[in-house]
């Protein structure tokens, strides 16, 4: 996991406390959306927006990813109020 994500997870988990969370996560042409957006402005040769499909998302980075962080979402933003 490239460094920094800490705040992406933390965004994430902010988004899925939306009141119309559910509804944004079903709706496909949203997500197709925004990986037709994000393929072209976040391009990485490591990412594969073409797998994002309703059903395969996970919130939790791999295991060994948070061992091995140099920073965690606690201490590295004390500010969002976590």
Do not use: C
């Amino acid at each position: 996991m490239p460094d920094r994500y800490a705040r992406h997870y933390f965004d994430t988990v902010r988004l899925l406390g939306h009141p119309q969370a559910g509804e944004m996560l079903a709706n496909d042409a949203l997500r197709e959306r925004v990986v037709n957006w994000k393929s072209k402005v976040f391009a990485r040769s490591w990412a594969r927006y073409d797998l994002a499909q309703r059903g395969t998302f996970r919130l939790v980075p791999p295991e060994l990813d948070m061992i091995n962080r140099r920073e965690s979402p606690i201490t590295a933003y004390p500010v969002v109020g976590i």
